[in-house]
């Protein structure tokens, strides 16, 4: 990407012979907006980053980048003012503090600078074999998508053992 500018995608290239796409740079900033509380006020020290730009990983209330290359990411300042480069089109922003995770397009961004942490979740269950309780079974969370253009749960928080009834619980899920 480059400072200023909005970025561009091209159609599949076809996958024969030479071929040339011209693009036009067109003036432009990245997403830029505040992160808040459910009653509005603002929360500093977020992490925001997009989706899409490198390999994201949900933690416990915390981002993890598990590749330093392409990752765009911020933090918000005292104010839960963020700033993001354009580095993609059709961008998806997400923040994630130990207050809550919010997710939105930079589109909706765009008519409203706002992004609303919500709490976060819990799931909980009893795992059974048949009808009796299957006690030390490993339990993993995961995203309906994963890969490098959604938000990947982290396996060493989003992986339970059952306890001696077979129970289990996540926290901190969106």
Not at 40 to 60: C, F, I, M, T, W
Not at 89 to 98: G, S
């Amino acid at each position: 990407w480059a400072d200023g500018f909005l970025p561009s995608s091209s159609k599949a290239f076809p996958e024969s012979g030479w071929h040339t796409f011209d693009f036009a740079m067109k003036k432009g900033s990245g997403p830029k907006g505040v992160v808040q509380t459910a009653d509005g006020r603002p929360v500093a020290d977020v992490q925001v980053a997009l989706l899409g730009a490198g390999y994201l990983s949900l933690g416990r209330g915390t981002l993890k980048r598990l590749d330093q290359r392409g990752t765009v990411s911020s933090k918000t300042d005292a104010q839960g003012q963020f700033s993001l480069p354009a580095a993609l089109p059709n961008q998806t922003i997400v923040a994630v503090h130990e207050q809550g995770y919010a997710e939105v397009s930079a589109e909706d961004l765009a008519k409203d600078s706002r992004m609303t942490l919500q709490p976060w979740g819990s799931v909980e269950g009893v795992l059974r074999k048949g009808t009796k309780p299957w006690p030390g079974e490993d339990v993993m969370l995961a995203p309906k998508q994963g890969g490098m253009i959604s938000l990947n749960y982290d396996w060493e928080n989003f992986k339970v053992s059952t306890d001696p009834d077979g129970r289990f619980a996540f926290t901190h899920v969106p």
